[in-house]
């Protein structure tokens, strides 16, 4: 029987869900104030019910994104010399043969740069978010929080998919982690040496 470890808690997971969802909701309506789409409008019933959900669909990712700063952030921020070579060989995503890669932690380095990332674009989102709600009268200050909100969005809408890739067809058994929240320790040793090791596993 394969000997399974635990890498993510039930917590961690569902956050993750719901942080997920969250972002699916906030770029449905998102697009729709955008572009005006008439199709949205009716199947959200019009644009006040939508912007009801973004409003508040944006509080709900503010709240899961905050709570994911006490599972992540601190591991995001610790970078090493096995970092840098991580960084230098490209995780091995850029090479033909086979590229030793150094051992890695809980999050190896290209998690922790996206994580990094994603942290600071979803602060600035949220940020000129609260200033669009808040402050709609004051024109200057709108206008520049919708051009970083959309900016930032453009960022996000980018990298989203690429994380949902590398997270399950890219890399095979990562998927099942925020699943289950467990993989086989022969997968964990390959991929997260220095966190198994660390964890006495």
Known sequence: MTEMVRKATTEEIINHWIMAISFFLLTVTGF???????????????????????????????????????????????????????????GGYLSRGKVEIPPQGLLNTGQKLFYLAFLFFSFLIIVSGFVIWFLGGAIKPVLLAHFIHTVS?????????????????????????????????????????????EKGF
């Open 32 to 90: 729709a104030f955008l572009f005006q789409l008439k199709q949205l409008n009716a199947l959200f019933g019009n644009f006040n019910v939508m912007r009801f959900l973004h409003n508040w669909g944006g509080l709900v990712f503010t709240a899961s994104l905050f709570y994911s700063m006490s599972s992540y952030l601190k591991e995001a921020i610790a970078f090493t010399v096995d970092d840098i070579e991580w960084i230098k060989k490209a």
């Open 153 to 197: 969005f453009d960022f996000l809408i980018f990298a989203i998919p690429a994380h949902i890739y590398l997270g399950s067809l890219a890399n095979p058994g990562t998927f099942r982690i925020m699943v289950y929240g467990t993989v086989p320790l022969a997968w964990a040793r390959k991929r997260h040496g220095k966190w198994v090791k």
